[in-house]
């Protein structure tokens, strides 16, 4: 088996879980006066968690910049300006951990749409987050991941619209914006007849893919032909998650009765799991054998996944490890870390849990490994 020259990295979006205190951005309410630079505050103890854990790529909230770009908000529309010396200082730091960034701008970013208000909002949002990455000075494996938006009845349309819109984009938006298809609406084969018209660079989603595939494109095809329109000297990114497959209890209720009742559910198959399932993963990597890309994994757990998931790869798919440079001699300190980190998951009581439902149902899978 051939390893990379450097590892493949492993990384997770936006809020820490496996410590308490962490916040990711300022979100403050606009009467507080929130700012970039409390959010940049932030980033840099986030920075300093990453390199603890070995952790090598990150997503950075949307909302890194609070209303930078409200249109009712003029106050707030000169901060990654004023931020320009707090910027540059953060991406160095990142560059000096070999951090690779992105961000991911919320499913209300649509450039496709019909609504010309719309689109140029979007647009504004994603060049924004585009001038905070070239304020950083990060090299181009540094993007805004977007999707191509609503179908509104007609996909070959709407794909139409994508393709008018990147015509508008100023060139730094251009330069960093990253197309990725998605799980209900926007096909890999729209996302590469795209790529055609524009030339935009594309993520290939492995949930996704699995989701909505309606052409019957074949896996490994499809993932090479999205890496490759990435330029040769940068090495592409992908994301993937595997869906939940426990039975859920939700509260209902009872119109006759007036009370609550207990109702069971699947979950969704387009919806995320807590943790990345390992040994689907190790079949996709193995499908993948000779291919070069870094690994955004999508898990509802955040890091706690990949602190599991990297303990999974060395005892299950140990070939698949060496690819992230994960090494049966790093077991003993990925097993100490993981211990951490179910003491942190099984704290009901932490702020860094996003809920106390939230919080039982990672310490609960956490107790079943």
């Known amino acids: 088996m051939r390893y990379p020259a450097q590892p493949l990295r492993l990384g997770f979006p936006v809020k820490i879980l496996g410590r308490p205190g962490f916040k990711s951005n300022d979100s403050r309410r606009w009467q507080q006066n929130p700012h970039l630079r409390v959010s940049i505050e932030y980033l840099d103890r986030i920075f300093d968690y990453l390199h603890e854990r070995r952790f090598e ?7 890194l ?14 901060m990654i300006k004023e931020c320009a ?3 540059c200082a953060i991406g160095a730091k990142a560059r000096e951990l070999n951090l690779r960034l992105s961000f991911h701008p919320s499913q209300y970013i649509v450039l496709n749409s019909p609504d010309p208000e719309l689109v140029r909002k979007s647009v504004l949002d994603v060049a924004a987050q585009a001038e ?3 304020g950083m000075e990060l090299g181009p494996e540094a993007v805004v991941v977007i999707h191509v938006g ?13 393709v008018q819109t990147w015509k508008t984009l100023p060139e730094h938006a251009r330069r960093r914006l990253v197309l990725e298809h998605d799980d209900l609406r926007f096909s890999a084969a729209d996302a590469l007849w795209i790529h055609a018209q524009t030339g935009v660079r594309l993520v290939f989603d492995y949930q996704h893919y699995l989701c909505f595939n309606p052409e019957q494109l074949e896996m490994r095809d499809t993932l090479q032909r999205m890496l490759l329109t990435w330029p040769k000297n940068v090495r592409p990114k992908i994301h993937f998650s595997t869906p939940p497959s426990d039975l859920r209890e939700f509260k209902r209720k009872n119109r006759k009765t007036s009370r609550n009742e207990p109702i ?31 690994v955004m994994v999508e898990s509802k757990a955040k890091d706690l996944a990949l602190v599991r998931l990297r303990l999974d790869l060395i005892r299950y798919a140990p070939e698949v490890a060496a690819r992230f440079g994960l090494f049966p001699e790093k077991q003993a300190l ?17 702020p860094t849990l996003t809920s106390a439902r939230n919080s039982k149902r990672i310490a609960r899978l956490w107790a079943n490994r």
């Open 65 to 78: 910049a609070p209303y930078a770009t409200h249109p009712a908000m003029p106050q707030f529309h000169g």
């Open 264 to 294: 069971y559910a699947a979950a969704p198959w387009t919806a995320h799991a807590d943790f990345a399932n390992p040994f689907e993963f190790s079949t996709f990597m193995r499908a993948a054998e000779g291919l070069e890309f870094d």
């Open 85 to 87: 010396s707090d910027l």
């Open 57 to 63: 790529m990150y997503r950075m909230s949307s909302d």
């Open 150 to 162: 609503g179908a509104y009845g007609n996909r070959a349309t709407g794909n139409a619209r994508w």
């Open 132 to 134: 905070m990455l070239d």
């Open 334 to 350: 990925l097993q100490k870390e993981q211990s951490e980190a179910l003491q942190i998951g099984n704290a009901t009581d932490t």
